[in-house]
């Protein structure tokens, strides 16, 4: 028996795991007590990594679509399908010819994090999606707005906090988000247990609700009223800090609120004005208080000035920056903020320069609305989008009227997948790359060290060698680029990393300033490809060696010699230095945003009508871990809360099955009658709907898509992210018991790979 440890890559808490392991076989999955930032904790899906591993359903060749139908392929035959279609498509229809969508593991293999962006660029499309805008793309072009990068996210001080308003998360199940804090339980509990207090708003009684002294229901995708109206509080009562060294826009931001004191607001957010303001007076009489938002708030229509709003509030009571309130992190490797000249930048450009085809929505970040990717591909027009690359991606589930998407890909002229499974997204493909198991790589945590409330670095080795006849995520992203630039991959990698060391020594602010990028390269030895990458970026980075400068600084080997991590301490204060904006200062009042403000006063008469929201639970992970019987076991989870009064009006009783139906779609769903729900709210979970081929897991556990519902033509503006919450929706009874009602067929059922064909 062997013992290795390793960090988790199935969500943002990045917990540090014990695997025992029996030759090729996983014993146990554990939590590893040792770990410098996890200490031990973990979640049933950690657990579950064992049997992600043993899944015989995952990918073991490539596919390839022949007459129709998705076969095994080698390697050497997938690549030369797509280098077969792709350069000729390029060449006949122009490069914004296919897109690409990146999905949410992307972010947790640090390869595929470095080598997404060099297939991008080497495609040179502008058609450039992710999931960031069916997630977190509001806090970012917030975030960006005001302190210079997409990445400069102020994160909660949990350990230290004495007051943490929580609005639309669910951490307990979540296990944070832009919050990395493995065991999220404990940091709450022991906030309460010195005396701190927790507010949750949502319109669900969560987990989280649940561990809170309060919880406030507020009607959905109103959150922003709420938010301004207690900034308008603090400005009215005098309870903004006096000082506030390095912000500029107050005065604005002050004019910006003033139409939404509490009273105004109270019937449009759901929440009582003296509820409102009794808890800007808290917020604003804690020593120290932190306020957090995430998905409720961010994938609503007023995604970006909720987000913008939760730093204002931050601002204003001098917690910003401070601990106990909100910091900024500083990561090992690949900060956006931690390199070049220190305290002012170039900010960023929202709107950004480019503009879809179709409804000419502006990309923010650099990409565009997902939302907006079937119309790109279904609408006519010699500019269409007629390839598509998904990596590690299921927007056949996760974006909104997915039915339109899925339609689209139909329409597609290529479509190249890297995934690990045959799903509702890849079925669709001509060609696709089986990802191996992520116990076969090594894992490092470039996105999530950027969001994590305290800063730590850890390098895992690969649990099993990698089989030589499988390449990683990264290798696969760099083939494709190499295919679409004409080159060879290794060539590629070495102009990569030359390019990141000439990057290195030209700032000037660098410990490497003025060196040879070539001897860089030549001191990074014999490792090539993501992991050279990494080492480069750590030994440049804020706490490296500076390749000599700083002989006890971090390397990739320093990493590797410490199996339980490194801790590089608690967040600190970084103002004004962590600042990358144009006036060096925290820009409060960016113009774009307190000219959508505006649009808040659409919500203020909004009626109670019908509306649908999300859900997680902590044994699914998006759309992808049904596969596995452990996260599947029990009673169906993917049913319909409805509160009593509702199911009261509507005839329903527990069991029954419902129709929900949007703009968009219709679903028929068992109903759980609860009230952990608002009234006049009703909410499924994201990621069911399983159409995967019949004798699998998830087949037997199919469940309903919410994102049928989802209208792809509600977004937030200016991030261009999605509204999946909030969605207007009628409910009625089907007058059919769930239980009597057959075992549901998969919406799409075939035979085993080899018997699947195009479904549309
Ligand atoms: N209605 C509604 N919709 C939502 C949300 C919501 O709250 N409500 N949440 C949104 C959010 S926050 C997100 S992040 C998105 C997620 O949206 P996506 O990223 O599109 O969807 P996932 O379900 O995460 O799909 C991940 C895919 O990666 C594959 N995969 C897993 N591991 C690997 C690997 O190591 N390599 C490769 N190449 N592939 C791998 C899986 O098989 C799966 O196909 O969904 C969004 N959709
Ligand atoms: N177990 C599990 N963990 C996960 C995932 C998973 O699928 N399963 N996905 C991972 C991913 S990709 C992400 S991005 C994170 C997300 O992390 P969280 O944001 O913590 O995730 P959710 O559980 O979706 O919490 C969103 C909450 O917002 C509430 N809500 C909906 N609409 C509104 C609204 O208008 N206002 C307010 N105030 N609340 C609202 C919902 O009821 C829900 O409780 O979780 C990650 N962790
Ligand atoms: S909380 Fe997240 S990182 Fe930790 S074990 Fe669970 S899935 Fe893995
Ligand atoms: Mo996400």
Same mark, same amino acid.
């Given at each position: ?558 990493? @590797? &010699? %410490?199996?339980? !991590? #490194?801790?590089?301490?608690? =967040?600190?204060?970084? +103002? ?121 897991? @998830? &087949? %037997?556990?199919? !469940? #309903?898509?919410?994102?049928? =519902?989802?209208?792809? +033509? ?47």
């Amino acid at each position: 028996m062997t013992v290795a440890f390793r960090t988790c890559p199935l969500c943002e808490a990045t917990c540090g795991l014990t695997i025992t392991t029996d030759g090729p076989d996983v014993l146990s999955v554990r939590g590893d007590p040792d770990d410098v930032g996890s200490h031990g904790f973990l979640c049933p899906k950690g657990v579950a990594l064992g049997d992600l591993h043993h899944d015989p359903d995952r990918l073991t060749t490539p596919l390839v679509r022949r007459d129709g139908v998705l076969v095994p392929a080698t390697f050497d035959e997938a690549y030369a399908e797509i280098e077969a279609r792709l350069p000729p498509l390029l060449a006949g229809h122009g490069r914004n010819a296919v897109a690409v969508y990146l999905g949410n593991p992307n972010s947790h293999d640090h390869a595929a994090t470095l080598y997404g962006p060099v297939l991008i660029r080497a495609l040179g499309t502008d058609q450039r999606y992710s999931a960031s805008t069916v997630d977190q793309m509001p806090k970012q072009v917030a975030s960006a707005l005001m302190f210079g990068t997409g990445l400069s996210i102020a994160i909660p001080d949990v350990d230290h906090t004495q007051f943490l308003l929580v609005l639309g998360a669910n951490p307990l199940v979540s296990n944070g988000s832009l919050f990395t804090a493995p065991d999220m339980p404990g940091r709450l509990r022991a906030l309460r247990r010195r005396g701190g207090r927790l507010v949750v708003v949502d319109p669900r009684r969560t987990r989280t609700a649940r561990a809170a002294d309060e919880h406030l229901t507020i009607r959905p995708g109103a959150d922003a009223l709420l938010l301004a109206a207690m900034a308008q509080t603090l400005f009215a009562d005098g309870l903004v800090v006096s000082s506030l060294p390095h912000v500029s826009g107050v005065e604005e931001v002050r004019e910006a609120v003033a139409s939404f004191p509490p009273e105004v607001v109270a019937q449009g957010c759901g929440v009582p004005a003296s509820t409102i303001r009794r808890l800007a007076h808290e917020l604003a009489a804690a020593p120290s208080a932190a306020v957090y938002g995430r998905i409720g708030t961010c994938t609503t229509a007023h995604g970006t000035v909720a987000s913008w709003l939760v730093d204002v509030l931050n601002t204003l009571t001098g917690n910003l920056d401070r601990p106990g309130g909100v910091l900024f992190p500083a990561a090992a490797a690949g900060g956006a903020n931690t390199a070049g000249p220190h305290g002012s930048g170039r900010g960023v450009r929202i709107p950004g320069s480019r503009r879809t085809r179709v409804r000419g929505l502006p990309s923010a970040l650099g990409e565009f609305p997902v939302a907006a990717l079937a119309e790109e591909i279904d609408t006519p027009g010699a500019d269409r989008v007629r390839a598509l690359i998904t990596v590690a991606g299921n927007p056949a589930l996760s974006t909104p009227n997915s039915a339109r998407l899925e339609a689209a890909l139909g329409q597609l002229d290529f479509m190249v997948s890297v995934d690990a499974y045959l799903n509702e997204t890849t079925r669709h493909a001509d060609v696709v790359l089986p990802a191996p198991s992520p116990l076969t790589r090594g894992h490092y945590d470039i996105v999530f060290a950027q969001f994590a409330a305290r800063n730590v670095a850890r390098w895992s080795p690969p649990v099993f060698p990698a089989d030589p006849a499988r390449p990683g995520d990264g290798e696969m992203l760099l083939r494709l680029a190499a295919i679409a630039a004409g080159t060879t991959a290794e060539a590629l990698d070495d102009a990569v990393t030359l390019t990141a060391a000439a990057a290195a020594v030209a700032d000037p602010c660098s410990p490497v300033h003025g060196r040879d990028p070539a001897e860089l390269v030549a001191a990074l030895g014999s490792r090539r490809g993501a992991d050279r990458l990494l080492d480069l970026l750590l030994r440049t980075g804020p706490y490296g060696d500076g390749f000599g400068a700083d002989p006890d600084g971090l390397t990739l080997d320093v990493l @590797a &010699a %410490a199996p339980h !991590g #490194v801790d590089l301490g608690p =967040l600190q204060p970084r +103002l004004p230095d962590v600042l990358r904006t144009p006036s060096g200062t925290v820009e409060l009042a960016p113009p774009v945003i307190i000219a959508d403000a505006e649009r808040l006063h659409d919500l203020l008469g909004a009626s109670d009508g019908p509306v649908l929201v999300g859900r997680r639970d902590l044994r699914s992970n998006n759309s992808w871990m049904h596969n596995l019987p452990a996260m599947v076991r029990g009673a169906d989870r993917c049913t319909l809360h409805v509160n009593p009064v509702d199911a009261a009006a509507l005839g329903l009783v527990d069991g029954d099955r419902a129709r929900v139906t949007s703009r968009v779609g219709s679903v028929e769903a068992p109903v759980t009658i609860t009230d952990d729900i608002r009234p006049g709210v009703v909410s499924l979970p994201h990621g069911w709907g399983h159409a995967t081929h019949a004798g699998t897991v @998830a &087949a %037997a556990h199919p !469940g #309903v898509n919410s994102n049928l =519902l989802t209208d792809e +033509l509600v977004i937030d503006p200016l991030s261009g992210n999605a509204a999946l919450n909030a969605i207007p929706v009628t409910v009625t009874a089907t007058g059919e018991p769930a239980a009597s009602t057959p075992p549901r067929e998969p919406a799409v059922s075939g035979d085993r790979v080899g018997g699947f064909g195009r479904t549309t």
